[in-house]
């Protein structure tokens, strides 16, 4: 994967450290009196606020059972966070003994390693309960209500400008530099994109309602048109491959452990199990052609067979001290390939612009990695119950708090919103769309426990206390 990234403003220096609801610049003697860049206080108030606690209570892939200890939002956090720091002080280092230089090393000395893990530590704070399966109910219940409907993505940029607590101003007030660089699509949802990619279709970073704080941090870049994708920042790319090879390292780790994904077995070319998988991968293609990666199945069985074949376990996991050792020093080689495998360098073909490439096979093999957890624990025959259940539920939260939120006397019944939900609502513009996005609000910040404690006390489903704290949510 290669392309070019941003050049930047003579004034880059000075715009970096804006915040988006404080003003331009701090008075001198402030800015003196100082203890922390700009960038360390945006990675502080995002590790302290409670959106990044929530998500201790919201899964990865599947919830802890059976005495296994998995990955959920939290811990995946905070390892793309390290990972993404790591990676921009790797690229200082290059920077510093001239292996990267030119525009490329301008670049990268403008990066802030503390910007990146910042951003890092917000990308899945506007991950619902649930999930992909919550985002895809949340979308479609809200779609033709409100403009953009629900993203997880979008909605994580809301929460660190507007909806998080810290002061009299909306959400956490960061910097231009940390909001760019959270900004993973940065764009706006198109509908219909005409965009070859229909990138702008499936995925976009914020909505109508934020975009003050999408033009704020983006003031560096041209305006969006209709047929060119949008770049992302430096800090953005590192965010996204820190994400992504990260999350494809330790869920086959976890389910390794569990017994479920069979890497011992996949690195035998001669095995059946080899043959399984390619037949599921076949599955997955024909049900949805459009989630399926940009590779052919056998390119996906071959990788995963020489990547197990090299270094992967070569038995199933056995609970030993050795057998744990040799599954860290796997992922670790993993994560040390993926890290080197990103590269920025001088742009030979486009004079004043810088290069970003990350090695082809690195990014076929998280390709690889992820379809494993895709094949053998997301579409599992018993998943399919479990989240049926999980989609009826969020639906019916859904159409509960819609209808709720009814100025009609006789419809509506703000009291069974939280109290901040309620404030919002009654003081908000009394119109669907500014009800619906206070629901959507409401919803993607529950945990999956109260999300489910909630639903029961709804749907009348057992019975609970009538100071329950459950009503207190928000």
Same mark, same amino acid.
């Given at each position: 994967?290669?392309?070019?990234i941003?050049?930047?403003?003579?004034?880059?220096?000075?715009? %970096?450290?804006?915040?988006?609801?404080?003003?331009?610049?701090?008075?001198?003697?402030?800015?003196?009196?100082?203890?922390?860049?700009?960038?360390?206080?945006?990675?502080?108030?995002?590790?302290?606020?409670?959106?990044?606690? #929530?998500?201790?209570?919201?899964?990865?892939?599947?919830?802890?059972e059976?005495?296994? *200890?998995?990955h959920?939002?939290?811990?995946?956090t905070?390892?793309?966070?390290?990972?993404?720091?790591?990676?921009?002080?790797?690229?200082?280092?290059?920077?510093a003994?001239?292996?990267?230089?030119?525009?490329?090393?301008?670049?990268?000395?403008? @990066?802030?390693?503390?910007? /990146?893990?910042?951003?890092c530590?917000?990308?899945? $704070?506007?991950h619902?309960?649930?999930?992909?399966?919550?985002?895809?109910?949340?979308? #479609?219940?809200?779609?033709?209500? /409100?403009?953009g409907?629900?993203?997880?993505?979008?909605?994580?940029?809301?929460?660190?400008?507007?909806?998080?607590?810290?002061?009299?101003?909306?959400?956490?007030?960061?910097?231009?530099? @940390?909001?760019?660089?959270?900004?993973?699509?940065?764009?706006?949802?198109?509908?219909?994109?005409?965009?070859?990619?229909?990138?702008?279709?499936?995925?976009?970073?914020?909505?109508?309602?934020?975009?003050? &704080?999408?033009?704020?941090?983006?003031?560096?870049w041209?305006?969006?048109?209709?047929?060119?994708?949008?770049?992302?920042? $430096?800090?953005?790319?590192i965010?996204?491959?820190?994400?992504?090879?990260?999350?494809?390292?330790?869920?086959?780790?976890?389910?390794?452990?569990?017994?479920?994904?069979?890497?011992?077995? =996949?690195r035998?070319?001669d095995?059946?199990?080899?043959?399984?998988?390619? &037949?599921?991968?076949?599955?997955?293609?024909?049900?949805?052609?459009?989630?399926?990666?940009?590779?052919?199945?056998?390119?996906?069985?071959? +990788?995963?067979?020489?990547?197990?074949?090299?270094?992967?376990?070569?038995e199933p996991y056995?609970?030993?001290?050795?057998? %744990?050792?040799?599954?860290?020093?796997?992922?670790?080689? $993993?994560?040390?390939?993926?890290?080197?495998?990103?590269?920025?360098?001088?742009?030979a073909?486009?004079?004043?612009?810088?290069?970003?490439?990350i090695?082809?096979?690195? /990014?076929?093999?998280?390709?690889?990695l992820?379809?494993? /957890?895709?094949?053998?624990?997301?579409?599992?025959?018993?998943?399919?119950?479990?989240?049926?259940?999980?989609?009826?539920?969020?639906?019916?939260?859904?159409?509960?708090?819609?209808?709720?939120?009814?100025?009609?006397?006789?419809?509506?019944?703000?009291?069974?919103?939280?109290p901040?939900?309620?404030?919002?609502?009654?003081?908000?513009?009394?119109?669907?769309?500014?009800?619906?996005?206070?629901?959507?609000?409401l919803?993607?910040?529950? +945990?999956?426990?109260?999300? @489910?404690?909630?639903?029961?006390? =709804?749907c009348?489903?057992? *019975?609970?206390?009538a $100071?329950?704290?459950?009503?207190?949510?928000?």
């Amino acid at each position: 994967m290669n392309r070019t990234i941003e050049g930047l403003p003579e004034d880059w220096e000075k715009l %970096r450290s804006q915040r988006l609801w404080t003003g331009d610049e701090e008075p001198e003697e402030a800015a003196a009196r100082r203890r922390r860049r700009p960038a360390e206080r945006d990675r502080d108030r995002i590790l302290y606020s409670a959106a990044l606690q #929530r998500l201790s209570a919201v899964t990865q892939v599947t919830a802890p059972e059976l005495g296994h *200890s998995f990955h959920n939002r939290l811990g995946h956090t905070l390892k793309v966070a390290q990972v993404g720091r790591r990676n921009v002080e790797r690229l200082h280092r290059l920077v510093a003994r001239g292996e990267v230089d030119g525009k490329a090393a301008e670049v990268v000395r403008a @990066t802030d390693p503390d910007a /990146v893990e910042a951003a890092c530590l917000a990308h899945d $704070l506007g991950h619902p309960p649930f999930g992909h399966i919550a985002e895809e109910v949340l979308h #479609r219940k809200s779609k033709d209500i /409100v403009d953009g409907g629900f993203e997880g993505n979008a909605q994580s940029f809301r929460i660190v400008t507007r909806l998080a607590v810290r002061n009299v101003n909306p959400g956490l007030d960061l910097t231009r530099e @940390t909001l760019d660089s959270i900004l993973k699509y940065p764009w706006k949802h198109w509908p219909k994109d005409p965009n070859p990619a229909g990138k702008r279709e499936k995925k976009w970073g914020y909505y109508e309602d934020d975009r003050e &704080a999408f033009d704020f941090a983006r003031s560096r870049w041209p305006a969006e048109t209709k047929d060119e994708l949008p770049e992302k920042c $430096l800090g953005a790319e590192i965010m996204d491959w820190a994400d992504d090879l990260t999350y494809a390292v330790h869920d086959v780790d976890d389910f390794f452990r569990a017994g479920l994904v069979p890497l011992d077995r =996949l690195r035998n070319p001669d095995d059946a199990e080899l043959k399984r998988f390619k &037949a599921r991968l076949e599955e997955l293609k024909d049900e949805d052609a459009k989630a399926f990666p940009s590779y052919s199945i056998d390119e996906l069985v071959a +990788t995963v067979q020489e990547t197990m074949s090299s270094d992967g376990p070569g038995e199933p996991y056995s609970h030993t001290t050795s057998a %744990r050792a040799d599954l860290r020093e796997f992922g670790s080689k $993993l994560i040390t390939e993926f890290l080197e495998a990103f590269v920025v360098s001088e742009d030979a073909e486009a004079a004043g612009k810088a290069r970003l490439d990350i090695d082809p096979p690195a /990014v076929r093999k998280v390709a690889a990695l992820k379809m494993l /957890v895709r094949v053998y624990v997301i579409h599992r025959p018993g998943m399919a119950v479990v989240q049926h259940g999980q989609r009826r539920m969020i639906a019916e939260l859904f159409d509960c708090y819609l209808a709720a939120s009814s100025p009609d006397r006789d419809a509506g019944n703000p009291h069974l919103f939280p109290p901040g939900a309620r404030e919002r609502l009654l003081k908000g513009p009394d119109d669907m769309k500014s009800r619906a996005r206070v629901v959507l609000d409401l919803i993607s910040g529950l +945990t999956e426990s109260s999300a @489910t404690q909630l639903h029961h006390r =709804l749907c009348g489903v057992g *019975s609970g206390p009538a $100071l329950d704290a459950i009503a207190s949510i928000g």
